[in-house]
């Protein structure tokens, strides 16, 4: 399984500011997943990052809000653009294999205020 | 009707008890299933992949019902350290696409 680890672990940020997180895989993988986890729920997808390609994103969620990049196989990083309180949220990458199975990195715990 | 439904509970069991959740999902053409296990203030990590003729590993045995349209969890001899949420997880193709997580279970077990 592939080890990935995430920047920052936590942030408390203002509300307006953007904050970016990164994300480092241990192998080349083509497709690396963003998702979010509010408080009390599941995960919904954000967005699916291909190298050398736009990110593919999921219905409620715009690049303009989450912008993403992919400058290699190996990392991504995902930006929370002028954020309010209900961003507040566990942020977290993934990659899978070829049986779909899904590896998720350790997350980034944001409070916005 | 939710892609994949779970019951929240949670499941409040002795240790050594057995416990057993299900996951209904909508989609009848979905070919992968999973089971992951999330401990509090922790990401998603892998229990097991569940295949078509069942599957298992320990105390911890996975089915698929495709007629019925869910999967299945079950735990053996519960310990303290099973106390977790454990979430289904549906690949609607099997190839790539993205995968859709219930809500998970809680699963509590007490000395």
């Known amino acids: 399984s592939a080890v990935i680890s995430q920047k920052p672990s936590r942030d408390i940020c203002q509300r307006g500011t953007s904050l970016t997180i990164q994300c480092q895989v241990d192998?080349?993988?083509?497709?690396m997943f963003w998702y979010r986890q509010q408080p009390g729920q599941s995960l919904t997808l954000i967005a699916t990052?291909?190298?050398?390609?736009?990110?593919?994103?999921e219905s409620g969620f715009v690049i303009d809000k989450f912008p993403i990049s992919r400058p290699n196989l190996t990392f991504s990083t995902l930006t929370v653009s002028n954020m309010s309180p209900e961003d507040s949220s566990i942020y977290l990458c993934?990659?899978?294999?070829?049986?779909?199975?899904?590896?998720f990195g350790p997350g980034t715990r944001l409070t916005v205020l | 009707r939710k892609e994949v439904e779970q019951d929240p509970g949670p499941f409040n069991v002795p240790e050594g008890a057995t416990v057993a959740f299900n996951c209904t999902y909508s989609n009848s053409a979905s070919q992968s299933f999973f089971w992951y296990r999330q401990d509090c203030r922790k990401e998603p990590k892998l229990l097991m992949s569940v295949y078509s003729s069942g599957n298992e590993d320990g105390r911890f045995t996975a089915q698929l019902n495709r007629a019925s349209q869910y999967i299945s969890l079950l735990i053996r001899d519960s310990k303290l350290s099973d106390s977790a949420t454990y979430l289904c997880v549906v690949n609607p193709s099997g190839g790539y696409q993205k995968v859709t997580f219930g809500t998970g279970t809680k699963l509590q077990v007490i000395p």
């Open positions: 993934s990659v899978d294999d070829s049986y779909n199975e899904q590896f």
């Open positions: 192998s080349q993988v083509t497709m």
């Open positions: 990052a291909n190298q050398g390609s736009e990110a593919t994103y």
